[in-house]
Structure formats: structure tokens, C-alpha cells
Nanobody
């Protein structure tokens, strides 16, 4: 019954691909920017990518050129297509929604999913 529900994580070899999905309630989805944070083992969570309600996409430097965030407004779903995965991409990926800016560590984010594990082996 969570309002943000992630799926698509798993174990993949370096160089492989995964697509993460996050389904939200219509109310949350249409009124918020949507994004993804990663919490690597032993580290703080960190923003990976986000997309505004106007479909403007933004990426951290490490994701630029490898990851693509998109949203399907008809399905109230945001996706993160991850290509050319690297071991340093390993972590728990959390879907997030907020009206305001997506700060690097996620402080102030109003809505969180429970996370999906991504493990990239070398």
C-alpha cells in the first residue's frame, strides 16, 4: 500500500543494464518532481537523477551519459534506465518525490520508497 513502490533491482555484471521502476499515486506523481537516490554500503544516500513535473531531467556527473530517467504520466511511473553499470553503482536505490529541489543527500524529501537493491559485480 506504499505510495512509492520501486522494482527492477538485482544483480548484474559490470557493463550490464537494469531498469528501475517507481510507481506512485496519481496525486503524488502529477504534483511532484520525481527522482532516485542511491545509498551505497557505508555511505550517505546521494542523488542519482531526478525529473521535474515538466519532464526536465537532471543527473549527477557519474550518471550522465549512462543513465536515463523518464516518466510516463499515463502510468504514474518514473523509470531509471541504467546502462554500462559499474561496481560503484552498487547500493540501495530509493525512489523519491518532492515539490522542491532534490538536494545531494536527500534532506527535505517528502516521499520515499522502500528501496530496491542494485548490485554490480566486477
Amino acid at each position: 500500500q506504499a505510495q512509492l513502490v520501486e522494482s527492477g533491482g538485482g544483480l548484474v555484471q559490470a557493463g550490464g543494464s537494469l531498469r528501475l521502476s517507481c510507481s506512485a499515486s496519481e496525486n503524488i506523481f502529477r504534483n511532484n518532481n520525481m527522482g532516485w537516490y542511491r545509498r551505497a554500503p557505508g555511505e550517505q544516500r546521494e542523488v542519482v537523477a531526478f525529473i521535474t513535473s515538466g519532464s526536465r531531467a537532471h543527473y549527477e556527473d557519474s550518471a550522465e551519459g549512462r543513465f536515463t530517467i523518464s516518466r510516463d504520466n499515463a502510468k504514474n511511473t518514473v523509470y531509471l534506465q541504467m546502462n554500462s553499470l559499474k561496481p560503484e553503482d552498487t547500493g540501495v536505490y530509493f525512489c523519491a518525490a518532492d515539490r522542491g529541489p532534490f538536494l545531494r543527500t536527500g534532506r527535505g524529501i517528502h516521499y520515499w520508497g522502500q528501496g530496491t537493491q542494485v548490485t554490480v559485480s566486477s
